[in-house]
Structure formats: C-alpha cells, structure tokens
C-alpha cells in the first residue's frame, strides 16, 4: 500500500506542475498580446478561482507528500484551484518564480493584482525578501488584489474567495511572526481590509443582488450633472469614486458610457475642460511641494 501511494506522488507533482506551466503560456500570451491582454488576464483569474473537480481531486487530495485537505479552505470544504496553487508554491517556489516574474511585468493591468493575490499570498508570508521596496509592492497588490476578489464575492453573494480571508486573518493578521514581514503601511492596510469585510465572511451578512442593484443606481443618479437642481461637481466625483470602489467590476465601461454621453452634449464641454485644467495644474503644483519638501527633508 505504502508502495502505491509512493508510484501517485509523483503524478500529483506533474498535474501541479503542468497546471503552473498552463499558467505561464497564458500570461506570457497576455504579454505579447495587448489587444487580447485584458482578456487573457480575466480568463486566466476565473480558471483558477475554479472549484477543483472531483478527477483532479483524486489526483491531488492525500497523495502528496504533504496531504492538502478540503476542510483547510474554509467552513464550505470547498476546495479552488488557487488554494492547491498556492500550497505548491510555498513548498516548490521554483515552479513559481516565472509566474511571478510574468505577473510584474503586468502588474499595471486589470486582473493582475486578482491573480498574484491568489496564487501568491502564502508565498508571501513565507519567503524572505531583502529588497525592502519589493516587499512593499508585493504587499500592497496582495492588498489591492484581495480587496477586488472579495468584492467579487460579495456581489456575487458567494464565498468563493473564504480561504484567501481565513489565511489573512488567522494565519497573518493573528500571527506577528508572519504579520511582521510585511511593512507597517501594509499591515495598516491589511487590517483594515480584513475589518471592512469581517462581517460578510465570518457573521453571514450578504448583500443582496436586489439591494445590490439599488445601490448602484442611486450612486449612478449622483454622477450626472445638470442644471441647479443637479448634484455638485464634489458630489458627482465622490459619487464615481464610491462605485468605482463598491462596484470594480465594470468601472471602465461605465466611465466609457459616461463620457459617451457627455460628448453628446456640447453646452458642457467648457466646463469640463476647465475643470480638467484646473486639476491638472493642482497635480503639479502638489507634486512639486513634494518634490521641494521631500528634498528639504534630505538636507
């Protein structure tokens, strides 16, 4: 018996390994292709926040040399790729260093943040990284990226991405070993995102779908101007900003449309204009404050 589960470990390996060079062909096509990027990078994030199928299951479940059981992932048992993806490349990082490698070189793009907070945020806690401005941008996009997969979540009304809250917030945010690897803004920051969601994943306060559009469209009525009777410039702006961040996905067709519409009215061109000028030259002005006080600050 012994004997046979010695001749399956290697089949595990292999599966493991050929899904992570699966991984690899699809981001580097994202990287060649930039009309087909986004595409690329969103199909990438949903095969791996797949839930494994029963086949693949046999082939991985208990016939490691570690053992991976669902009953790790969350109160559902349910068991996604990415947590299994993520177990590999804590215990054979080498397999993950060219998905990483791949994933910086996106890093600006949609759904990169999503797939590095996934596949890498045991990793994370697990290494040990000497380059100080590294670790801050690989805490900080496992920060960004969570925060995007559990809105996900909550406008899906599902758990799928339970795991990735439980092993912050019992494995990372209840364990200074792990906690203090990461630096001071980006505990802050995972704090707060662990507090901001806490209710949804752990006292089963859902946001429902009807609730959920509602709050959509009052927020959407805020963003149009007008006349006098209209919301404030500040109000519409603080409006795009709440949907922006309640409602990620979707932000880019909807800023689109937007726009669209506002072409189509010519009478506001002047202002918009303006203001876009306006903002401009408060975005110098501040960066070069900066600038002069943070060369002040070297003196």
Known sequence: MQQQETSLRPRSSAYLNALSQEIEKKLQRALASSSQRRNLLQELFADIALEVDDRAKDIILCREEYVISPAEY??????CFYDVLADYYVRVPESGNP??????????????????????????????????????????????????VFWIDI???TRRFQSLFQYLLDEVALELTRLNK????????????LSRFIFFYNS????????????KTCLYSFTSPGGPMYPTRAVRHAAWDALDLLFPVGRYPRHLISLFFRILYPWYWPSSCWNFIVSCLKAVFYSLLRLIFSGWGKL
């Open 204 to 215: 089963g306060m859902e946001l429902r779908m009807a609730t959920s559009t509602r709050l």
């Open 74 to 79: 969350g109160t559902n048992g349910r068991l």
């Open 155 to 157: 406008q899906s009304n």
């Open 182 to 193: 990461i630096p001071v803004q980006a505990q802050r920051d995972l704090y707060l995102l």
């Open 99 to 148: 998905i990483l490698d791949l994933i910086v070189q996106l890093w600006c793009q949609s759904f990169a943040s999503h797939i590095f907070a996934l596949l890498f945020h045991k990793w994370l806690f697990d290494v040990q990284l000497d380059n100080a401005d590294v670790l801050l941008r690989y805490s900080s996009a496992l920060v960004q990226g969570a925060t995007n």
